[in-house]
């Protein structure tokens, strides 16, 4: 990674850090905007960067809510990340709308798949709309953003 990347990697780091700051309602407080920076990040980066971007801004959008979920939150950060590279390697391969399908129903319905067995069918049914809908607006915000934003960086930072 060249200084240019590592710089681009770290005002997404910065974003998603802001981004994690705008919460959606959810029964956790770890449900945030956090992952439109990472799934940017993917695209113009390269899913391993938005890896990266995505299981940090999970982490920090934990440690802002109160981290409710304790040491499980690595685990879910871990997630991101896998769903984050998915995400980008689609979307760079053309596929945009199933990359977005496969995060918003990975998120929704995978990502929280060992909460049922670890905490009970109660928690994983009340976290599913409030992850749908965190999942949709982060999904369609970065498919909103990442045309302008990749030409953008493509053609000023030669990345």
Known sequence: MNAKKISLFGIFLALAVVSASIKIPAVIASVALDMVPALIGAVVLGGRAGGCIAFFGHLLSALIGGM?????HVLIAVEMAVLV????YFYQKGKRVLGGVLFVV??????????????????YVGMIPSLCIGSLLNTILAILLTPSLSTYFAKRLHV
């Open 68 to 72: 409710p979920l304790g040491p499980f």
């Open 85 to 88: 590279w998915v995400f980008g």
């Open 106 to 123: 990975g998120n929704t319905f995978l990502a929280s798949l060992p909460f049922l067995f670890i905490i009970g069918t109660g928690f």
